[in-house]
Each structure stands twice: as structure tokens, then as C-alpha cells.
């Protein structure tokens, strides 16, 4: 039987640091490899103060700290976003790029982009690489991260890498792997996973500070370190996440359709890393939950 994440059940359980939550259930893209797409429940998205209500009850109740915001798009729902960021120490915004990005959110922001047009257009839609790249060269270089992640189609987007953020001007690029249920023929295992986190270590010795994860963070992706990871998943006390309702999901904020016996998210592994003593991980979280101003501004 796989590892599993264990849920979080009695009020006692109940303290996470940094929780993921799903601002709304639209989205303009139709990604193939995206847990959003597969598991978003149906229903309309809370009111805005509906959903700054329950977020800072939740704050109170489990004791977070820093927010990911993901969704469908965070940015459809702007004016809330600005708001519920408020309410955190920290924060990253997760984006596809698909709208405009402002270039004040005063947070961490990662945008995806799983490689070159065509690779990127192959599993997000023709044309979702010019609309991503035409937003993303409106931002000041280098106050963004890329986040790519690799499947058993676009495994060729890793030489690309180092083209693809100078083109963008980002500060670099945060890569993982896609995550999804055991028959799902998108995830890349085996020796096909080894050789991929081996030519990720080539791109990060030939081109430094292209890719933001650390070399243990790379290790942590190997098939070996798949059970390791899974039983200290950050998601078993430190982290969770909430579906659009605010609803805890469980395991994580995949659903319960993903196989943690292959866990990839980028932040679930370099938590890993980090407990283990990595300090360039560390520095790796540190970095991306962007702190919000000590005034509240």
C-alpha cells in the first residue's frame, strides 16, 4: 500500500503553518497534467466576504502563518486576493499567466510555464504560450520565479530551461514533476525520473542559478526517496490545504487522487530537504513566501 498523508481529524491536530488554498474554481486554461481540472468540486465560489470571513477563522483556528494561492486562477479574483493576503505573513501566488499579473501583489509569485510553445501549448492549449509570455514580459525582470513542471511529454523542456528564463526574465525556475493517480500515463517514474533529475543536475552545474531547487532538493525527486518523502510529508501536521468552499482536502492539495508513492511538489520536497538539514532549501522556502511588510501594506 502507498504512504499516505494523514489527515488531520481532532481540534488538537489542527496547527499548519503554511496552507494551500484554491481561490476559485474558474480557470482560462485546460491543462492536461493540472489536479485543478480533475478534482475542483462543482458549486459557485464563495462571496468575497464569505471567503475573508472563513479565512481568518481559519488563520485563527489552525494557526497559519503563510498562504499559497492557487486555483483555477487566483488572479480572476484580484480584489479578493489583495485582501486575503492581508491576513498572512507571507505569500505566493501561483498563476498561469493567463491573465494579466500586476506588478505590485507584494508577494512571492510563480507563474507556470512547462516549456518551449510547443511543449507548453501541448498540454495547456495552442496559443497559451504567446498570451503567458506576452503578461509575463511586462514585469520587472527578475521580481518572478518560473515554475515548470515536467512530464513524461515534455521531459525535452529541461535543456530548454535556461533559454526560457533569460527569455522571460525571470529569477529562475522552480521544477517538479507531475503529480497525479497511479495510472495517470502523464507522471514520469522510474529510470525515466532518474535520467530526468540527472540532466536537471547538468543544467544547474552548466548554467548556475537557473534553477531555484537546491541539488538535495533534486535528490529528493529520485524514485528512491519516494516512500521518505511520503511518510514525512509536510501535509501529515505543517502544511494544508482548502478546496474554493474552504474545505480541507485530503491528503494535500492534489485530492485524494494522487499517488504519494510518487510525490513531486516542489514544496513537499524541499520541506523534505530542509528537515533534513539542506539549507539551501530552506533558504528556497524562505525565499518564495514573500513577507508581507511588518505595517501591513
Not at 462543482?42 to 497559519?64: E, F, H, N, S
Request: proline fraction near 5%; include cysteine; charged fraction near 25%.
Amino acid at each position: 500500500m502507498s504512504p499516505r498523508a494523514k489527515p488531520l481529524r481532532s481540534r488538537g491536530d489542527r496547527t499548519a503553518v503554511v496552507a494551500t488554498f484554491d481561490v476559485t474554481r474558474a480557470c482560462l486554461s485546460r491543462c492536461e497534467h493540472c489536479y485543478h481540472r480533475r478534482a475542483a468540486p462543482a458549486g459557485r465560489d464563495l462571496q468575497v466576504t464569505t471567503m475573508l470571513a472563513g479565512l481568518a477563522r481559519l488563520r485563527r483556528l489552525w494557526g497559519i502563518q503563510a498562504a499559497l494561492w492557487s486555483g483555477g486562477e487566483p488572479l480572476l479574483r484580484l480584489a479578493l486576493l489583495r485582501s486575503a493576503m492581508r491576513l498572512f505573513s507571507g505569500n505566493l501566488v501561483m498563476t498561469s499567466a493567463m491573465v494579466p499579473i500586476p506588478d505590485d501583489l507584494g508577494c512571492g509569485v510563480l507563474v507556470s510555464v512547462d516549456g518551449p510553445r510547443e511543449l507548453h501549448d501541448g498540454l495547456r492549449g495552442s496559443g497559451a504560450f504567446e498570451r503567458a509570455m506576452g503578461h509575463i514580459r511586462r514585469l520587472t525582470r527578475g521580481t518572478f520565479a518560473l515554475a515548470t513542471t515536467l512530464t513524461a511529454r515534455s521531459l525535452n523542456a529541461i535543456e530548454a530551461l535556461p533559454e526560457l528564463v533569460e527569455a522571460s526574465g525571470a529569477r529562475g525556475v522552480l521544477v517538479g514533476f507531475a503529480v497525479g493517480p497511479r495510472d495517470d500515463a502523464l507522471q514520469v517514474r522510474g529510470i525515466e525520473r532518474d535520467i530526468a533529475v540527472d540532466r536537471l543536475h547538468r543544467i544547474g552545474t552548466r548554467h548556475p542559478g537557473v534553477l531555484l531547487n537546491p541539488r538535495a532538493m533534486l535528490e529528493g525527486y529520485r524514485p528512491t526517496a519516494a516512500r521518505a518523502i511520503a511518510e514525512s510529508c509536510c501535509y501529515r501536521g505543517r502544511a494544508v490545504a482548502f478546496d474554493p468552499a474552504l474545505r480541507v482536502k485530503w491528503p494535500c492539495t492534489f485530492g485524494d487522487a494522487a499517488d504519494c508513492a510518487a510525490c513531486s511538489q516542489p514544496l513537499v520536497v524541499a520541506r523534505w530537504a530542509a528537515n533534513r538539514g539542506d539549507r539551501a532549501s530552506q533558504s528556497l522556502l524562505d525565499g518564495l513566501f514573500l513577507k508581507r511588510p511588518a505595517n501591513g501594506a
